[in-house]
């Protein structure tokens, strides 16, 4: 399996070169103090690595059959705001097209472990330097068949955005039945509630 340092590297790599060879000169990513953190679907069609960086910057890194291709920068960091819960989230992902659910993002400083939750299934987050990367098999009956509902339509037309809004609604719909249960390090319970807010 190829290392979440070495998915990283091909990650930055492929898009500095893109970078360049687009001419896109602003906002250019930092080439050095990156660091690799939690990640689902490590050797998957399709996955995600977080990543952060010394100077404050994160990203998530999309992998693709264990390699990273892309990583989409924060250059001021993803939200970090725990006064409502010992989470933030950077990403969530419904399960469109019977994909497994993804939640990313940060845990609080006293917060060690997350775990998702679907009916009686339970998934472990993988934690890693204060980032979080859980992912959860759940049936969302409405998303099943996501991409054939857009290719009923002609690309870009107002009926495909129509019914690309509806999926994106149905999806927010759908993940209000994940839950998430948050512990610190004494095994104590510091949040048990749904994964996803409107705001996120």
Same mark, same amino acid.
């Given at each position: 399996?190829?290392?979440?340092a070495?998915?990283?590297e ?10 360049a060879a687009?001419?896109c ?17 490590a ?5 995600a690595l ?44 419904p ?12 845990l !609080?400083? /006293? +917060?060690?472990?997350? =775990?998702?939750? @679907? ?5 472990? #987050? $993988? ?5 979080f990367?859980a ?5 969302m ?5 996501a991409?054939?509902?857009?290719? !009923?339509? /002609? +690309?870009?037309s107002? =009926?495909?955005? @129509?019914?690309?809004e509806?999926?994106? #609604? $149905?999806?927010?719909?759908e ?26």
């Amino acid at each position: 399996m190829t290392s979440p340092a070495e998915q990283l590297e091909t990650a930055l790599t492929a898009t500095l070169e893109e970078k360049a060879a687009r001419g896109c000169t602003k906002d250019l990513l930092p080439t050095q103090g990156w660091h690799p953190g939690a990640r689902v679907g490590a050797t998957a069609e399709r996955g995600a690595l977080l990543a952060y960086n010394d100077n404050g910057a994160d990203g998530i890194c999309n992998l693709e059959n264990s390699q990273g291709t892309w990583l989409n920068l924060a250059p001021a960091g993803h939200d970090r705001d725990f006064t409502r819960r010992p989470y933030s989230v950077w990403q969530w992902r419904p399960a469109f097209n019977g994909d497994t659910v993804w939640v990313l993002g940060a845990l !609080a400083p /006293e +917060a060690v472990r997350l =775990e998702l939750i @679907a009916g009686h299934t339970v998934a472990e #987050a $993988d934690v890693v330097e204060g980032t979080f990367a859980a992912e959860i098999v759940v049936d969302m009956v409405s998303l099943r068949d996501a991409r054939g509902r857009l290719e !009923a339509h /002609e +690309a870009a037309s107002e =009926e495909s955005r @129509a019914e690309f809004e509806k999926i994106l #609604a $149905d999806g927010r719909r759908e993940i209000e039945q994940v839950k998430v249960r948050v512990y610190d390090s004494a095994g104590t319970v510091l949040y048990d509630g749904a994964a996803v807010n409107a705001t996120d």
